[in-house]
């Protein structure tokens, strides 16, 4: 059975910083591609950030570049995305997906509520 679970999100001021954490269990971690998405209420979900199976490198979109890092750890089947400098324009739930060969898996979602 395919689990994904995520965790770290909260309330947090203006300028200030999470850390979201996603454990995936039920399929091979290490060969999925691993994406953070964000859905802001009345918007439509939206990918912020991925990073391949091998490689470590990540992508970002244009609004969270140089503020968000994703990274993962292979032994520990997680995935990570390091939230900085945090604005509240940055206010959703947060999903982790895995993309595993023509399948594709979603965790139940972590709400980030960016607020003073």
């Known amino acids: 059975q395919v689990q994904l679970v995520e965790s770290g999100g909260g309330l947090v001021q203006p300028g200030g910083s999470l850390r979201l954490s996603c454990v995936a269990s039920?399929?091979?971690?290490?060969?999925?591609?691993m994406s953070w998405y964000r859905q802001a209420p009345g918007k439509e979900r939206e990918l912020v950030a991925s990073?391949?199976?091998?490689?470590?490198?990540?992508n970002y979109v244009d609004s969270v570049k140089d503020r968000f890092t994703i990274s993962r750890d292979n032994a520990e089947n997680t995935v990570y995305l390091q939230m900085n400098s945090l604005k509240p324009e940055d206010t959703a739930v947060y999903y982790c997906?895995?993309?595993?060969?023509?399948?594709?898996?979603w965790g139940q979602g972590t709400q980030v509520t960016v607020s003073s």
């Open positions: 997906k895995a993309d595993y060969g023509i399948r594709n898996y």
């Open positions: 039920g399929f091979t971690f290490r060969n999925a591609v």
């Open positions: 990073i391949s199976s091998f490689s470590g490198r990540g």
